[in-house]
């Protein structure tokens, strides 16, 4: 094919461009000889979808008229609610890197509740840019972290993905910012601290995620169809998810979740003891951030004495084949109780493994106190805790009455803003959230009430037990009353 013919169908034709991208991202002099034709330079300027699929080897997006859609838009503020597995990331990762190849010296922030959630679109960026030599090329290798990536001259431009911690955020001045996940960001976050970051003309704000409180700034944003251009996309629409993943996710989701992380919908769990309204007002961008003394730990091996402020109460539940044993530990300082460390264990592991686990946390954490669901498994379990030398241990039955007493005493903690947990433990929030009650039935008119906590079939709760259990151990007692003399 004649080299004329060759640029005329690369810039008239997508799905051309597409078929020949992996060769040509494969062969730099060819690429580069190709962006000095100016139909081709211009092309990639003004369309950031012809340049995900030349420059990105995206194919997948040729018949992707949504992430089209989502891709190309420009106006400075914007809100994407997409089920699972859609692409979003991937898509705002594609215009990030459209934006910084394009217009010199920008400045883009990904922002979410924690490191690790950012680094899932910054991390599309960067693996992208290093399959491309030509695009690895311009990496400035002075001030290109794990977490920021700087480009030479004359681009310039920085992207830079953050924890929603306010000492991590100060001192930027970005350009575009994408709050991914902004949903389990909490609402106030945003409202005075990143929207407030957006001072140059032109600036752009995003934010994306699935759907989960009603009284959130995503929310009334996605509602807000005069200042916000509004995007909703479900699960079912990508070609990013295959028929097979959507019947799997239909045979494992109760029909709230389906709404909710596939439709993309605003849903409630009916019946539900603990709202997502109260929740995602729980959840804590500190517990993400490394430097911070109040943070989350995934490893025990990872834990550092020095990094440890106490006291420290835990949570055991008990499980072997048909439920998992978890173990929670939260920190109680400043009137409030951080889950600090949790570990699941996989189904059917040996209760002495459980004990080991355990006790090596104790030793870490040192825990003031460890209470420990004994249902099904008795006071064995528990004695052989304390014969290893963990005195502080006690046994809890939990019966209706122990769980209504447990969970309300939980309940009145978030109602308080006095618990915190990690925006991005997905399974945490979906267990709280489906813990749902009933009124019993009383003997009298005048007994009072009592509360059955229930959750659905197929579904577990192992792990909001464990972190209500560590809660409960941090109790404060009440003081016994005294009988003052009346002369």
Known sequence: MEK???????????????????????????LREVLGDERIKKKLLEDPVYFAVLMCNDKWLVDAPDHQNLLRDMHPRQVAACGRGWGKSLVFSRKNLWLIYTKPKIESLIISSTQRQSMIMFDYCYFTIMSNPLMRKTVK????????????????????????????????????????????????????????????????FVMSGTPKSFDHIFRRAFLDKKRYSIHHYPSHVSPLVSKKQLAQWQQDMTKEEWMREVEAQ????????????????????????????????????????????????????????????????????????RLVYKHQFPLGTPYPNVIGHTAKANQIFKFRKLLVDKT?????????????????????????????????????LMEHKRLSIPG????????????????????????????????????????????????????????????????
């Open 4 to 30: 004329e013919e060759f640029i005329r169908r690369l810039d008239t034709d997508l799905k051309y461009a597409a078929s020949v991208a992996d060769q040509l991202i494969a062969r730099p002099t060819a």
């Open 141 to 204: 290798r002075r001030g290109t972290t794990r977490t920021t990536i700087r480009l030479n001259p004359p681009l310039g431009g920085r992207l830079v993905a953050l924890p929603c911690s306010p000492n991590k955020l100060r001192g930027f001045h970005p350009d575009w910012v994408f709050c991914d996940e902004a949903s389990i960001i909490p609402s106030e976050m945003i409202t005075s601290e990143i929207m407030l970051m957006l001072t140059k003309p032109g600036s752009h």
């Open 266 to 337: 605003w849903i409630e769990v009916a019946n539900t003891f603990f709202p997502m309204d109260l929740i995602v007002g729980c959840l804590d961008p500190e517990l993400g951030d490394r430097d911070s003394p109040h943070r989350y730990f995934d490893d025990l091996e990872k834990v550092k004495p020095r990094q440890l402020k106490g006291p420290f109460y835990a949570g055991l539940d008990v499980g072997k084949q048909v439920d998992h044993s978890v173990l929670a530990v939260i920190q109680k300082t400043d009137n409030k109780r």
């Open 376 to 412: 099904g498994v008795g006071d064995a379990l528990v004695d052989e805790i304390q014969e290893i030398g963990i005195q502080n241990t006690e046994g809890l039955f939990l019966t209706d009455r122990w769980k209504e007493e447990i969970f309300t005493h939980l309940k009145l």
């Open 424 to 487: 991005d433990d997905a399974q945490l929030i979906t267990q709280i959230n489906e813990q749902q009650y009933e009124y019993l039935k009383p003997r009298t008119a005048q007994e009072r009430i009592h509360l059955k906590f229930w959750h659905p079939q197929g579904r577990h709760d192992d792990q909001l037990h464990a972190l209500t259990l560590a809660c409960y151990a941090a109790k404060e007692k009440q003081p016994e009353a005294i009988l003052a003399r009346a002369w």
